[in-house]
Nanobody
Framework: QVQLAESGGGLVQAGGSLRLSCAASGRTFSRYPMGWFRQAPGKEREFVAAISWDGGSIYYADSVKGRFTISRDNAKNTVYLQMNSLKPEDTAFYYC??????????????????????WGQGTQVTVSS
């Protein structure tokens, strides 16, 4: 497994922006797909975005497409989630996660949360109206 630590959450007004970071350690970061998920109170955890090991394949949930951008810096063992035009419905705990199978690129596999074996502690994002 890999150890993950998210940062960058906070309180922002609707229409604002935040940038989440997730620092990884413990295995060769550059080989593994990374994802961002979120969970709002009373709701199930949902997929937000995923990026393949080399950044060549990127996928988003429809609810965030065009507003959020996932990226990674393999030299820094870090994955990012830039969130723009935030809405109150984006309020949730945000988690980054790493898949256990290296070099995966297929969309169906990168969206599947059961294929992620390492999870961070999460960071709270609150968007006020």
């Amino acid at each position: 497994q890999v150890q993950l630590a998210e940062s960058g959450g906070g309180l922002v007004q609707a229409g604002g922006s935040l940038r989440l970071s997730c620092a990884a350690s413990g295995r060769t970061f550059s080989r593994y797909p990374m994802g961002w998920f979120r969970q709002a109170p009373g709701k199930e955890r949902e997929f937000v975005a995923a990026i393949s090991w080399d950044g060549g394949s990127i996928y988003y949930a429809d609810s965030v497409k065009g507003r959020f951008t996932i990226s990674r810096d393999n030299a820094k063992n870090t994955v990012y989630l830039q969130m723009n035009s935030l809405k109150p419905e984006d309020t949730a705990f945000y988690y980054c996660a790493a898949q256990y199978s290296p070099f995966t690129t297929a969309e169906s596999l990168l969206r599947a949360n059961n294929l992620y074996d390492s999870w961070g502690q999460g960071t709270q994002v609150t968007v006020s109206s």
